[in-house]
């Protein structure tokens, strides 16, 4: 059995320690609470350490989780935003960012006021990421005049599995070539 000193000392070590683990993958990957929360999990029930039980890992998860939220290491809303803003200059459509928010653990105050944002921003976001789409992968618009037509089923089911609704996709799938062109110089 463990003398009671030495679980307490356990216990600071294995705080230390798992709080050093939490810096260093916040350095490198920059994840959100969630994700740092499963990292540390998978982490400490590999490791085994004697003594602690999952109940208490957790535990101990949470006390250095709330630690990092406390000094500003970890921000759930700025997570979400800048996120949102790396997928938005991608091309995705604002119901992809919002699944993707969702799959990371992201609180759904959080992923509603980063939409809200974007929505404020540009009411119309959707339209311009799809046109992104469309110049990226080279479909609608972009496509050869005699060939549009043929593929036109085709680009709109790349749109909706980019998360476009049907609305939106075939505005952009209507475009004519020089409209687009007129609307890409400009983004």
Partial sequence: MI???NKKKNFEDTVKEMRAFSVKYIEKYAPSKQQLRTYLLKKYLKIRSEG???NDVQDLI???L???EGSKFINDKFYSESKAKNLIQRG???NKIRNYLMLKGIDQKFVKETLDKITDNNNDQDFFSALKVCKKRKIGPCRIEDNRKLFYRKDLGILARNGFDFDTSRRVMDLSKDEYNKIIRLL
Avoid: F, R
């Fill in 66 to 68: 709330s630690d990092l």
């Fill in 52 to 54: 602690l039980k999952k």
């Fill in 92 to 94: 995705n459509s604002i």
């Fill in 62 to 64: 949470d006390v250095v």
């Fill in 3 to 5: 003398p009671l000193k």
